[in-house]
């Protein structure tokens, strides 16, 4: 297999996992991207990053775009060459909004695009590479195939799947950003081994409603949209085991919700996502606290190459 194209490009955009109670299995994209593009060469490896995590992340073989570029060559056969690499990086790093999922999306499609052939590293294939190089296709599933996602892994395959959802009008999402990060592994250390079976069968119901909502699924005549996404994002399981580890996350989280507005912790935090559009007051509020307050739309498509011989259908 060889490479048809030598200068490429791919955008990826930012997700939101859990979503309360879809601990690991839900995601939404959200409408911030990074852009990445790649020349091959003959010569050794280097990354310019502009924008998030400029003067942090690896300049050479260690950058996770390029581990996932390699990966993928590997993985269908493909000559590896030098690469001369630029991201401009608007994801957040280390705040709870798919940085390193965008990053393993981009340069698995990045891989797709040198070698132009339609045919070879769909997006089912991405996924499976994501999930591998993330451990879950919680963040992965959303950068791939954009709108809303469930996803799981068979553990006796190892094989990931996903379906998309297609969110409704009323699901407006806000990203509330500090200014200070949180690793995912942190994060995850705070979760107890087990947890309650109430609290279990309590998840299940509301990310069962989530999903439904999620897919554009019709209120009844008693009650809205937003009323039921208050109940569908209420989480018992990994949450509140956190609060210790971003205090102040979750208890923007509780202020929101007092409020009346349907908020989450993003991913492993410690951004805040409400699922719904907020007022001025709020936005006024929140950043004066010193929150960045983001409003996003969830794009339709997820990782797009947007440069080279696949440029013309997206991807």
């Not at 297999?1 to 990826?12: Q, T």
Request: aromatic share 4%; proline share 6%; hydrophobic share 45%.
């Amino acid at each position: 297999m060889r490479l048809r194209d030598d200068r490429v490009a791919v955008r990826v955009p930012a997700t939101s996992a859990n979503l309360g109670p879809g601990f690991d299995c839900m995601g939404i994209a959200l409408d911030l991207w990074d852009d990445v593009t790649v020349h091959a060469t003959t010569g050794p490896t280097s990354v310019v990053v502009d924008g998030e995590g400029a003067g942090n992340v690896e300049q050479g073989e260690d950058n996770l775009v390029v581990r996932a570029l390699r990966m993928a060559l590997d993985r269908v056969g493909a000559p590896q060459v030098g690469l001369r690499m630029h991201c401009t990086n608007r994801i957040p790093h280390s705040r709870g909004l798919g940085s390193s999922a965008a990053a393993i999306v981009a340069g698995a499609t990045l891989a797709r695009a040198l070698i132009g052939d339609a045919e070879v590293l769909g997006r089912h294939e991405i996924l499976q590479i994501g999930t591998q190089m993330e451990g879950h296709p919680d963040n992965v599933a959303p950068a791939v195939f954009g709108g809303a996602t469930v996803a799981w892994t068979n553990e006796e395959t190892g094989h990931s799947g996903a379906v998309r959802l297609s969110p409704p009008s009323g699901i407006a999402p806000v990203a509330f950003i500090p200014d200070f990060e949180l690793r995912t592994a942190a994060a995850r250390q705070a979760l107890p081994s087990h947890v309650p079976h109430e609290d279990a069968r309590f998840n299940t119901a509301r990310a069962a409603l989530l999903s439904a909502l999620l897919a554009g699924g019709e209120p009844g005549a008693e009650t809205d949209l937003h009323s039921l996404l208050m109940e569908a994002t209420r989480d018992r399981l990994h949450q509140e085991p956190r609060r210790r580890a971003m205090e102040a996350s979750l208890s923007l989280v509780d202020w929101l919700r007092g409020a009346g507005y349907a908020a989450v912790v993003s991913g492993a935090g410690p951004t805040v996502l409400s699922l719904e559009s907020v007022g001025a007051d709020v936005r006024r509020d929140a950043a004066a606290a010193g929150w960045r307050v983001v409003p996003l739309g969830v794009p339709e498509s997820g990782v797009q190459i947007t440069r080279g011989g696949l440029a013309a259908t997206g991807f």
